[in-house]
Structures are given as C-alpha cells and as structure tokens.
T-cell receptor
C-alpha cells in the first residue's frame, strides 16, 4: 500500500543553518505531496504542496520538489530561524479512486537554537 | 475568517468514564475529519464526513467510539467507556473540497488523558 517515510528526528540546528528533512514515498499512480507543520501548542498547518512531478512547492522560505524518479519530496530551507522550531510532517494524497485518504509520515522534530 | 474550533482543549478523566469532543469547522467546508494523534506519531484518521454523511469510518473503533455531524456543520466525537490507551490528542480538520485533496485545515486539538 501507499506509504511515506521521513527522516527521524530530532534535528537540532543553529540559527541560519541549512535545513534538509528527507521524505520518500511509495504510491501507485501520481499522488499529490504535502508538507505540514505543527508549531508548539498549535494545530497542524499546510506548509506547501506539489501535485505533479517536477513541481516545486514553496512557502515561508521552505521549498520541496516533487521528484518522481527518486520518489522523494525533501523539505529544504536555506537559513532557518528559531521560529521554525516545530514538527514537520510529510504526507501524500493518492490521486486514484474516490477515497483520497491522506497518508502521513511520523513527523520530524526540528529545534533551532539562537 | 475563523479557523476550526475544537473544545475542550484539555480533558482528564478516569478510565471507564465517557468523554465528548466538539468541533466547529470553517464555514462552508463540506468535509470534516477526526484524527487521533499519539505522541511522536502522525495523525491517524478516525472518520471523515462529507456534509452529514460518514463516508469513511473504517478506522473508528465502533465498540466505544461514536461520532455525529448533524446538519452537516459541527461534529461531536464520543468515547464511552474510555480506556487508558485512548490518551492522545484528538484533531478535527475540515476541507472545502469533496473527496479530500490533501489541503486540510486543522483545529488546535483536544488532549485527552485517561487515568
């Protein structure tokens, strides 16, 4: 079945460091891919998305490119801030069938130190 | 625009007691979801509504969990009786599109502790 695998955390970085959080997926067909973020004490929020191969989603300085050849959707940011400290979830939505249940990764906790 | 509203934010009960969570989705959103999130895990879908119809409740433990979405707006999730293993955060989300395209709007969650 469909699945999402993301790198285990926690990830600890200093402010202004480069961030990569790896996400790979297994799916039939052509799923849509998402990154959600959960800041401390808050609900999950959609960070960015990509709906087809080679699409790049971007928001708040974060980027992720839908790579079908490597079945990956890695999250990157060139210079992290303390305010980026959160848990990041990779997810996919199958584009086949009527029951488009979101498939979630386990989440990667990021802590950014000043 | 108001977001998804959930209550209560926190609930502590003893095992075998009942508990209920309430969710008010974003106005105009037809699709409503209840998820369960354990510490260090991703969300797990319990039930999805399209308007007032439960279209996916395959993961809902129906022996103790029930949900309703009367009039296709707000929703209630109930657990009776609660067990120790039910301690988790219960998330409500809504989406403006039918069949769920992955763009969900979440509430802040209701954290349940069962003693």
């Amino acid at each position: 079945g469909d699945s999402v695998t993301q790198m285990e955390g926690p990830v600890t970085l200093s402010e202004e460091a480069f961030l990569t959080i790896n996400c790979t997926y297994t799916a039939t067909g052509y799923p849509s891919l998402f990154w959600y973020v959960q800041y401390p004490g808050e609900g999950l929020q959609l960070l960015l998305k990509a709906t087809k191969a080679d699409d790049k989603g971007s928001n708040k300085g974060f980027e992720a490119t839908y790579r079908k050849e490597t079945t990956s959707f890695h999250l990157e940011k060139g210079s992290v801030q303390v305010s980026d400290s959160a848990v990041y979830f990779c997810a996919l939505s199958p584009n086949a069938g009527n029951n488009r249940k979101l498939i979630w990764g386990l989440g990667t906790s990021l802590a950014v130190n000043p | 625009e108001a977001g998804v509203v959930q209550s209560p934010r926190y609930k502590i009960i003893e095992k075998k007691q009942p508990v209920a969570f309430w969710c008010n989705p974003i106005s105009g959103h037809n699709t409503l979801y209840w998820y369960l999130q354990n510490l260090g895990q991703g969300p797990e879908l319990l039930i999805r509504y399209e308007n007032e119809e439960a279209v996916d409740d395959s993961q809902l433990p129906k022996d103790r969990f029930s949900a309703e979405r009367l009039k296709g707006v707000d929703s209630t999730l109930k657990i009776q009786p609660a067990e120790l293993g039910d301690s988790a955060v219960y998330l409500c989300a809504s989406s403006p599109r039918l069949a769920g395209t992955g763009e969900l709007f979440f509430g802040e969650g209701s954290r349940l502790t069962v003693l």
